[in-house]
Each structure stands twice: as C-alpha cells, then as structure tokens.
C-alpha cells in the first residue's frame, strides 16, 4: 500500500520535476528560441534598409565614376579643339589667346546640364559657357508680400548672407580644384555650385609645347537629378522593410504576448479560486522559453493543489484523531460525579489522565508536522556529517537511559559521511526512528534485547540501519506504517516516552527522507528458522558530491 502524499513531499516533487531546459543561461542564440526569433525579425528590416543602402550607394557611385569619364572624355576633346584653333601658339614663349578661346567655347554644342570654364595660368577665369551663351540661371524669387507685412522686393538679409557664404565656399572649391590639375594632371569630384547646387567637375591643364598655360573646367549638372533618382530607388527598400517590421510585430504579438496573456489569464483564475492548476497543452507542446514556462507554472500549480489536498486530508485526520481522546475525556468527565467508589473515581482519573496526555502528544506531534514543510523550505541544505550527528544523538540517549531502557548501540566507520541536508529536520529522523525501535524493544524478555544503528557508504548513498528486538511488523504492514495516525503496538509499549504515540513520528520521518531526495522503508529481520528476529528501518541520503 502507498503512503499518503504529504506536504513535505510535494515541494520535494515540485523541486525535482522542473524541467532541464528551464533557465537556460548562456548566449541568447544557443540556448533561446524567442531570442533567435525576436533578433531575426528584427534584424531583418535593418537588413534590408542597410542593404538597400549598400546597394544604391554602389549604384551612385558607379553612375558618378562614368560621368566623371565622360567628362574627362570630353575634356580632352576640347582641350584638342582648342590647339587645332590656334587658341594655344607660340614657340618657344606659348600663350593662350583669350578671343580665340572664347569663340572655340561659343561655337560648341554645350548641353544645358553642362558648363564650360578656361582659366589663364593666373587663374583669371577668361571664359564661361553659361556667359557666352546668354544662359540665365532661373530660380523662384521670394513673396514680394509677406502676410501682414509691407511691401518690399529686397530678399531677406539672411537670404544674401546665404548667398555670399555659398558663392565664396563654390569660388574656392573651384579655385582648389583648378590648382589640383595644374599640379596633377587632372582634378575630378563633386562640389557644390553658387546657388547651392551639386555638379560633377573635372579640370584639365591647358598645355602647349609642355607649357602649361590654363586649365579647362567642364561641370555635369545633373548630380541633384541622380541623387533623386537614388532616393526614389530607395522607396521600395523602405517599404519593404516597413512591411517586414509591421508583420514581425504581429507575429511577435501571436508567438509571444498573446500566450503570456492566456499565462496571466490563468493564473488569474487560480489566484481567484475558480481552477486548482493551469493547464494549457497547446502552449505547454512549445519547445522554446514560453513552453518551458508554461509547463513550470503548470507543474507548480499542479504541486500547489497536491499540497492543499494533503492539508485538506491532514485537517481531517487531525479532526478524527483528536475526536477519539476528546470523546473519552468527555465521557469520563461527565461519568465522574455519578460514580461514587473511590476505587472507580481514581480509575477515571487515570484514563483522563492519559486521555489529556495523549492530547498533548498529539498536538505536539501536529505541530511540528505542520512546521515541517515551513522549516524544510526556509533552510538551505549545508553539508553534514551524519555520522557525527548520529554518534551525537545516540550519546545523548546512552547519558539519560533508565535502567529498564534498552541501550541503544551505534556502530559506523571512523571516516566521515557527509550529506546535503538540514540538521535539525535530520536529526528528528533519527530520533523518531530509535524511539520508534526503543518502544518496541522494551517488549523484548531478553537480557541482551537492545536497539543497534549501523551506518554505512554505499556506492552514492550514506545508508543507516537501526534494529530493534521487538515482536517485527506484519508484512502486510511494512509500507501502512508510514500513514499519518496509523499505529499498532502492544499497548504496553505505549506507556514508553510518557502519554503513548501519536502515530506521526514515522509519517514525519519519511516526509523528511523524500524532502532530502532520500528513502525511508521497514523490513523484518528473519532468522535461520524464518522466525521474525525483531523489525528494521532503513534510510538511505545521497551522499554530498565534492565541490
């Protein structure tokens, strides 16, 4: 038969069925699932902005590299026209005609997004495509009215100062890439105009005979208009990765927030009474941190309401125990003044007396199983030597023995036996099972009738017997005599210690045993004939494992 599970031991069984994967520690990306996933469909719009990015800068930069070879290209064409016209002559004192250069840079076909400059080797700018052209840079003018103003045509100070700012900064950019070809050879590269505006620029040195006699500009305009271009090739970019980033919410709100709200639904419904557990298998079948969670606070709630049913049926046992001496006291009480033989009176007197001192045992005995699980769980498990604890509580037992007393004989190795545990609860095992054996030795018509506790390793267990001489357990018992308030003894054994048994110490000592991931069972000792020698009870604690 099972033994009744017990409050102690359902906090040893919460203890030991949480899972391995719960608490995972360590990098996210090798030990967490909803890590993985939550950085994955983050990571995944950025990815696709830096990429877009990436990829469009390329582009850029390879739309800015064959301007630049066009412009170059074209450079050189006309640095050629401007020799074969005659712009450059002289030998050996070179010069660049100015007139003749002007004209060549009149009678081309310059397009409307390009500009042609010539600088003397002064840097004295002596031609300008735009000028010859009669070309008018056009641009918005500001209100000629502001609301609420007066009128006024002059643009804002600030406007000006912009303006002389921008064409100041154009002046030197130009001026330092027209000094950068004469040195070498060639200068290309984005700058910005007067008006604000990008151009693509590439300088050449006007040479006759070796002489370096200018230098020849040429702008692409239309840098504003690829820039825009690239901007708008970025839209689908953005949209994707705003897409990406909308669907990753929801997705992250289905995976995630919507279980951890069933969580907290549940759990609400068992802080308001209305469920025992939390039970849902469909979160519980996730192999992630959500599963492992769900299944923690499943197995907790489960352990929560096998302790409240042990406090449930640990109420009523305690009801019917204590109803049994309660009726006595009663009926002797209420018999007491109608009984008027002295001899009777004192007989009651004694049953009343044993009745309250049974009362007393019992509620002692309550009390400390009901602190047990308050005091197993408050303590943190050190390391013990048990068998300086055992040799402890059996010197106390060998000091204030009474004559009639069985003596009670200790036999264990020098070494030490270390276990992980708690003192105090350790120590009430022990003594409940030597009284246990003491109560019933005593019963023993034996000289050498005594209670032996042995102690002893055994592979990864500290294993502890204690014999006694009494008349044994029947076998159909050796597991019943666990159970809270089960007891059966000679009723002369029962005078043993004072006020009887309880029934609880045994219950006690294995609730403790199963909190320590230990065991506790009763077996008979037998002789050569099959005779029943005395009972044996024997407990087993894992030893401590070395740091």
Do not use: C
């Not at 719009?45 to 390879?62: C, D, K, P, S």
């Not at 002596?126 to 502001?146: E, G, Y």
């Not at 309660?326 to 007396?353: G, H, Q, W, Y």
């Amino acid at each position: 038969m099972r033994s009744k599970p017990s409050m102690a031991s359902a906090t040893a069984i919460a203890r030991s069925s949480r899972r391995p994967g719960f608490g995972r520690i360590g990098p996210i990306w090798r030990g967490s699932r909803l890590g993985r996933t939550i950085i994955a469909l983050n990571v995944a719009g950025l990815i696709v902005l830096i990429g877009g990015a990436l990829i469009l800068n390329e582009t850029r930069r390879a739309l800015m590299d064959a301007q630049i070879d066009t412009l170059r290209t074209e450079g050189e064409l006309i640095a050629q026209v401007l020799s074969a016209a005659g712009a450059t002559q002289g030998v050996p004192d070179p010069l660049l005609d100015v007139e003749v250069a002007r004209d060549v840079v009149l009678q081309l076909h310059v397009q409307d997004t390009q500009r042609i400059l010539i600088f003397d080797a002064q840097g004295v700018q002596i031609a300008d495509s735009h000028m010859i052209n009669d070309r008018i840079d056009r641009r918005s003018l500001p209100n000629l009215r502001k609301p609420g103003g007066t009128f006024t045509i002059r643009p804002a100070p600030s406007e000006l100062e912009m303006e002389s700012r921008n064409a100041q900064r154009a002046r030197g950019e130009l001026e330092a890439e027209a000094r950068e070809a004469m040195i070498k050879d060639i200068a290309a590269g984005a700058r910005r105009t007067a008006s604000g505006g990008r151009v693509v620029s590439v300088s050449l040195p006007i040479k006759h005979v070796g002489a370096i006699l200018g230098v020849l500009t040429i702008e692409g305009g239309d840098v504003d208009a690829i820039i825009a271009r690239q901007r708008a090739a970025l839209i689908p970019f953005i949209l994707v990765a705003f897409l990406g980033t909308i669907a990753s919410s929801l997705l992250l709100n289905i995976i995630i927030a919507r279980p951890v709200r069933r969580l907290s639904r549940a759990a609400d419904l068992v802080r308001l009474s209305r469920a025992r557990s939390i039970s849902l298998p469909e979160i519980s079948r996730r192999d992630d941190e959500l599963g492992d969670l769900s299944r923690s606070l499943e197995t907790m709630t489960n352990s929560l309401s096998e302790r409240m049913d042990a406090i449930e049926r640990f109420a009523a046992d305690v009801a019917h125990e204590i109803r049994n001496p309660l009726t006595s006291i009663r009926s002797a009480v209420e018999t007491l003044d109608l009984v008027k033989d002295e001899a009777a009176r004192l007989k009651l007197m004694n049953i009343l007396k044993q009745d309250v001192g049974r009362m007393d045992r019992l509620i002692t005995d309550i009390s400390n199983a009901s602190r047990l699980d308050a005091e197993l769980s408050r303590e943190e498990p050190r390391s013990i030597d048990a068998a300086k604890l055992m040799g402890d509580i059996v010197s106390i037992y060998q000091a204030s023995a009474r004559k009639t007393d069985p003596p009670v004989i200790f036999d264990a190795p020098a070494a030490a036996m270390p276990i992980a545990g708690r003192e105090g609860p350790l120590g009430q095992v022990f003594r409940n099972l030597i009284d246990n054996a003491r109560s019933f030795t005593i019963l023993a018509d034996r000289k050498d009738a005594a209670v032996r506790v042995t102690m002893q390793r055994k592979d990864t267990e500290i294993v502890t017997t204690i014999d006694d001489d009494g008349p044994g357990i029947p076998a159909e018992n050796l597991e019943m005599v666990f159970e809270r308030f089960y007891t059966s003894r000679p009723r002369a054994s029962r005078v043993v210690g004072g006020a009887g048994n309880s029934g609880l110490g045994l219950s006690i000592a294995r609730q403790i045993a199963l909190a320590h991931n230990g065991r506790l069972w009763a077996e008979n000792r037998m002789g050569r004939d099959g005779e029943i020698l005395g009972a044996r009870f024997i407990i087993a604690l894992p030893t401590r494992r070395s740091a």
